[in-house]
């Protein structure tokens, strides 16, 4: 149980957010978030944005008794969108059996959604599958953005940032239902989106195999950009 997966954005206000994974061990993964006014120093709970959530589902013929988990959110603040949907909130969505195991996870059966507000303090609007399968519905199906893209399985541990009128998105991609093993195959990529967020375009690897290894890790993971001084960074 605890806090995990944080991302924080500040507004033009000054008033910092935070969006975070409130984990209940065994089942419960949801997306909670906090507020500070002064700058950080302190945080006041303001209330759960994603509830995970039991449910039956039907796949590939067969039922299913399961909950839903919201992971890894990245809270965005666009300047450049309408004042409604200016601040965006990402999360992974994906669904996880009995026992409640990693090995018990069906991340290919997920998705990255996302949820847009006036304000942090909401109401946020309903949600919208981005990245997925098209059985979902989802908008964009990423694999078929890019020939180096189409084995993999599912994309997760989101970073987000606008930069220079630009939504730019961070994901690590697994090329494995489990997210492990194949790690030569494994890489955090880049995509980008001109017009808020409608849709998406793919620019390329930020790291991969090779750069993990240099520092003696199968993967780099958990990415998050960033600006400071007028500069983009990725941090890992």
């Not at 059996?97 to 006036?118: D, M, S, V």
């Not at 090779?210 to 990415?223: E, I, M, Q």
């Amino acid at each position: 149980n605890g806090i995990f997966d944080l991302s924080i954005e500040y507004g033009p206000d000054g008033i910092g957010w935070m969006a975070y994974s409130r984990v209940s061990i065994p089942k419960h993964v949801s997306t909670h978030l906090a507020k500070s006014t002064d700058q950080g120093a302190s945080w006041h709970y303001v209330g759960v944005v994603n509830q995970s959530h039991a449910q039956t589902v039907h796949i590939g013929g067969k039922t299913f008794e399961g909950v839903w988990r919201y992971e890894t959110p990245s809270l965005v603040y666009d300047p450049w969108d309408v004042p409604e949907k200016r601040w965006k909130l990402y999360s992974e969505r994906y669904y996880v059996l009995p026992p409640f195991k990693k090995n018990n996870t069906l991340h290919g059966e997920g998705w990255i959604e996302y949820k847009t507000a006036r304000s942090p303090e909401g109401p946020w609007s309903g949600p919208v599958c981005l990245f997925g399968q098209k059985k979902h519905n989802c908008k964009i199906q990423p694999n078929s953005l890019h020939p180096s893209l189409s084995r993999n399985m599912y994309y997760n541990e989101i970073g987000t940032l606008a930069y220079n009128g630009v939504l730019y998105m961070s994901l690590d991609a697994s090329p494995t239902a489990s997210g492990l093993g194949e790690w030569e195959k494994r890489a955090v990529v880049l995509f980008s989106s001109l017009d808020h967020g409608n849709s998406w375009r793919y620019n390329g690897v930020l790291t991969d195999y090779r750069d993990a290894s240099s520092f003696g890790y199968f993967a780099l993971t958990g990415t998050s950009l960033v600006e400071h001084n007028s500069k983009p960074y990725l941090l890992v």
